[in-house]
């Protein structure tokens, strides 16, 4: 796989995106995809990059303990787009499959998602999305507290992602806890 530590402020842009979140995504998304016949090397890396172009929204927008106003949400959704072209710029060869994860990890299954209202995903796309909510919910965010994983599996069932990624990612989340625990 490609070196992607050899890439301009790719520490910098990690921490403006959320590090942690960046990694957790990554991470579950590894411990997926396997059960989806899907390159665990090449989920990680869609995991970890998938949020790339928030580098390019204002830091006080991704910070913002407030409702956004139109146009702050508009940026917000350009960031799968951004994602994509900065990964293009610093990774010519980079797999078509990687860059489709990275712009379409906020498309869903009834067309309303975004930038493109896709209505079909593949495995890999729809697993770093899945994750990428999983992992959402469980983080505490400046305007709530983390959702339990009960509460969690109940809000990923309801989104409309495809049901074999969903339990893919609930069985490796559950797999993933237990591995802490012991």
């Known amino acids: 796989m490609y070196d992607i530590n050899r890439w301009p402020s790719v520490r910098g842009v990690l921490d403006v995106c959320g590090r942690e ?54 940026l917000v959704r350009a960031h799968p787009v951004e994602g994509e072209g900065l990964i293009r710029t610093w990774w010519p060869d980079a797999p078509a499959a990687l860059l489709h994860a990275v712009r379409h990890h906020h498309e869903r299954l009834d067309g309303l998602g975004y930038p493109d209202q896709l209505r079909a995903l593949p495995d890999l796309t729809a697993l770093v999305a899945a994750a990428d909510v999983y992992v959402a919910l469980r983080e505490a965010r400046p305007y709530r507290e983390p959702v339990g994983a009960l509460a969690c599996a109940e809000i990923l069932w309801s989104e409309p992602l495809p049901a074999h990624v969903i339990h893919a990612v609930l069985d490796a989340a559950v797999t993933d806890s237990v591995t802490r625990v012991v």
Do not use: C, F, N
């Open 21 to 74: 979140h960046a990694l957790d995504v990554a991470r579950l998304a590894r411990q997926a995809a396997p059960s989806l016949h899907v390159d665990p090397d090449l989920a990680y890396l869609a995991g970890l990059l998938h949020d790339v172009g928030k580098i390019s929204v204002p830091l006080d927008i991704l910070m913002a303990e407030r409702a956004l106003s139109e146009s702050e949400w508009t």
